[in-house]
C-alpha cells in the first residue's frame, strides 16, 4: 500500500511564496510519475505540475514560471515549489502517482492567497 502525505500549505498574501512536500511510502518512488493538482472550491479538480519518473516536467499555463516540481528520489518526496502567488491559486492541493498499475492520491493541503 502506498501512502502519500502532503504537507506545507497555508496562508500566504499575494505575492508569496510557499513550498508543499508530498512525501511517499514504499519503495516504487523512483518508478513512478508524479503530479500536483488542485481543486478550489465549485471547481474541478485540474492538473498543476507533472513529472515524470525520469523529471521530465510539464505545467499548467497558469502557473508557468511560477511554480516548480521537483522529486527527491533519496527521500521519496516531491516539492511545489509556488513563488508570485495570487488569490486565484487558492486551492486544496493534492499529489498523484501513477505508474506500476497504481494510482495513489494524498489527503490535500489547503494554500490559501489573500490580496
Known amino acids: 500500500q502506498v501512502q502519500l502525505v502532503e504537507s506545507g500549505g497555508g496562508l500566504v498574501q499575494a505575492g508569496g511564496s510557499l513550498r508543499l512536500s508530498c512525501a511517499t511510502s514504499?519503495?516504487?518512488?523512483?518508478?513512478?510519475?508524479m503530479g500536483w493538482y488542485r481543486q478550489a472550491p465549485g471547481k474541478t479538480r485540474e492538473l498543476v505540475a507533472h513529472s515524470t519518473s525520469i523529471g521530465s516536467t510539464n505545467y499548467a499555463d497558469s502557473v508557468k514560471s511560477r511554480f516548480t516540481i521537483s522529486r527527491d528520489n533519496a527521500k521519496n518526496t516531491v516539492y511545489l515549489q509556488m513563488n508570485s502567488l495570487k488569490p486565484e491559486d487558492t486551492a486544496v492541493y493534492y499529489c498523484?502517482?501513477?505508474?506500476?498499475?497504481?494510482?495513489?492520491w494524498g489527503q490535500g493541503t489547503q494554500v490559501t492567497v489573500s490580496s
Open positions: 514504499g519503495s516504487i518512488f523512483s518508478r513512478v510519475a
Open positions: 498523484r502517482a501513477t505508474g506500476l498499475g497504481g494510482d495513489y
